[in-house]
Nanobody, 113 residues
Framework: QVQLVESGGGLVQPGGSLRLSCAASGIIFSRNAMAWYRQAPGNERELVASITRFASTNYADSVKGRFTISRDNAKNTVSLQMDSLKPEDTAVYYC???????WGQGTQVTVSS
């Protein structure tokens, strides 16, 4: 079955950095677009960044210039490098096989001093 396992969340001060990783199994990873979403308390889940099978990327306006999504098809992983973090980036971050019902379990990111 399809499994997506996220890692790398945690507590960081404003202005700091974190790197999230998502390890995928049960799919032909190189043929799928992947994405990161996030959901803050009381908010709907929103798209943060996506990357196509050809490595074209797309970002939410709120994270452009601060976050970078990348993929490693040899390792079946997708990563999200998050720099210049702000308190409003606090959320549970989810990995998704884009345009499917396959989601990871989520990893908490908290930006606070």
């Amino acid at each position: 079955q399809v499994q997506l396992v996220e890692s790398g969340g945690g507590l960081v001060q404003p202005g700091g950095s974190l790197r999230l990783s998502c390890a995928a199994s049960g799919i032909i990873f190189s043929r799928n677009a992947m994405a990161w979403y996030r959901q803050a308390p009381g908010n709907e889940r929103e798209l943060v960044a996506s990357i196509t099978r050809f490595a074209s990327t797309n970002y939410a306006d709120s994270v452009k210039g601060r976050f970078t999504i990348s993929r490693d098809n040899a390792k079946n992983t997708v990563s999200l490098q998050m720099d210049s973090l702000k308190p409003e980036d606090t959320a549970v971050y989810y990995c998704r096989v884009q345009w499917t019902d396959y989601w990871g379990q989520g990893t908490q990111v908290t930006v606070s001093s």
